[in-house]
């Protein structure tokens, strides 16, 4: 059997990543071009690059219309960064004050 000629059915002609389709066979028996969606990315953290968790994948218009407790994460930075690198910039300010601390200590002793 000889494979049947499908033609899209939007106005974009070319084969293009946002028109990708996949073939679907309707209740009367002729086939179909159903359009496929755009992958979703997982977002990452801006300091490490590891995947975001507890964060739903989804395209910029899905994300518009999703609720708050699906983009985010109930943390500093819940979104952005992942609890290695919150925690890796915590410990850091508090060395870096605890630093200060002794630098003025020493000062006090010299003098």
Known sequence: MQSKRLTYRRRLCYNTKSNQTRVSKCPGGRLR?????KQAKVPRCGDTGK???GITPARPRALSRMTKRL???SRIY???LSGQAVRERIVRAF???EQKIVSKVLKARSQ
């Open 78 to 80: 819940g979104g952005c």
């Open 33 to 37: 071009f159903l359009y496929k969606k």
């Open 51 to 53: 995947v975001l968790r």
């Open 95 to 97: 060395l870096v004050e």
């Open 71 to 73: 983009k985010t994460v």
